[in-house]
């Protein structure tokens, strides 16, 4: 069984970085073409992709969140993290990690976890 679990700060002040990481069991983040996702939903808003980190280590970033994004990596623990700098109050929402692969699409989420920014 393929769990994912995140963990984070729950409140960050803005300008700081957030910094979250998810846990992996029942799977390894370097499994052949498998990818390890964040997802956030703001409140009363739709999912918003904000990256990915392949089984090979390379990453994609959705270009919306610009150069404030990185997601990387710690093979040996089996988690993938995010750390998203300069926050504002935009960034407030439920952050997910998820896993997708080609033919199946997004198949095991983590729970997700309540990110606030605010002073």
């Known amino acids: 069984q393929v769990q994912l679990q995140e963990s984070g700060p729950g409140l960050v002040k803005p300008s700081q970085t957030l910094s979250l990481t998810c846990a992996v069991s029942?799977?390894?983040?370097?499994?052949?073409?498998?990818?390890w996702n964040w997802i956030r939903q703001p409140p009363g808003k739709g999912l918003e992709w904000v990256g990915v980190?392949?089984?090979?280590?390379?990453?994609k970033y959705n270009p919306s969140l610009g150069s404030r994004t990185s997601i990387s990596r710690d093979t040996p623990k089996n988690q993938f993290s995010l750390q998203l700098s300069s926050v504002t109050p935009e960034d407030t929402a439920v952050y997910f990690c998820?896993?997708?692969?080609?033919?199946?699409?997004?198949?095991?989420w983590g729970q997700g976890t309540q990110i606030t920014v605010s002073s």
């Open positions: 980190i392949n089984y090979d280590g390379t990453t």
């Open positions: 998820a896993r997708s692969s080609y033919r199946m699409g997004y198949d095991y």
């Open positions: 029942g799977a390894h983040t370097t499994t052949i073409y498998y990818t």
